[in-house]
């Protein structure tokens, strides 16, 4: 099956910086991917819909300027999380369709992100 | 897309076949049923999908019964390693939206 990484795989920082997390489409091309978010003993939330060489659709609810997705290449969509504060901490997951005209998602393995 | 409704947990003898319900009485005619599981703190696996027909694959069957309302996942041999949570999702684009799901736990 198609692989997707996430990088890094766990962070924490201070309230009110900026982090970055990076997913890759390891050995296939993707146009599109999806980034969840994941509260403990909650499931996950679709919060966006990345898209090769335009806009990042989000979900309503999800502020879009807190919340920064740019999909430069084919291959990576990064999510960047803007002036973090604790309530930002959460499990944070992205997906990518996978290719040979399967609709499957395939799923990175997930950025733990705690904000002290 | 259509709503499911899974059990919230389910526990399983190891090495004994694991039967995990859903129902899908809303699905319309081009949605497919996909299953997922989540095993603690990891990104969700694929399993498996079908649309009218039962599936097979090296991890699970999945039974569809014939009216589309309801659908089975069929672990054949239950391991320690499939405790996880299953997700049964409906969908017909890419967007999945996952619902509760159910928490297996594999006994020895």
């Known amino acids: 099956g198609a692989v997707v990484s996430q990088h890094p795989s766990w962070v924490i920082c201070k309230s009110g910086t900026s982090v970055k997390i990076e997913c890759r489409s390891l050995d296939f091309q993707a146009t599109t991917m999806f980034w969840y978010r994941q509260f403990p003993k909650q499931s996950l939330m679709l919060m966006a819909t990345s898209n090769e060489g335009s806009k990042a659709t989000y979900e309503q609810g999800v502020e879009k300027d807190k919340f920064l997705i740019n999909h430069a290449s084919l291959t990576l969509s990064t999510l960047t999380v803007t002036s973090a504060h604790p309530e930002d901490s959460s499990f944070y997951i992205c997906s990518a369709p996978g290719t040979g005209g399967t609709d499957t998602q395939y799923f990175g393995p997930g950025t733990r992100l705690t904000v002290l | 897309d259509a709503k499911t409704t899974q059990p919230p947990s389910m526990d399983c003898a190891e090495g004994r076949a694991a039967n995990l319900p859903c129902n899908h009485s809303t699905i319309s005619g081009n949605e497919y049923v996909y299953w997922y599981r989540q095993i603690h703190s990891q990104g969700p696996q694929y399993i498996i999908h079908g649309l009218k027909n039962n599936e097979t694959n090296e991890m699970a069957s ?47």
């Open chain 2, 62 to 108: 999945l039974i569809i019964t014939e009216d589309r309302k309801s659908s089975t996942l069929i672990l054949p041999h239950a391991t320690l390693r499939d405790t996880a949570v299953y997700y049964c999702i409906v969908r017909t684009i890419y967007k999945l939206s996952f619902g509760a799901g159910t928490t297996v736990t594999v006994r020895a």
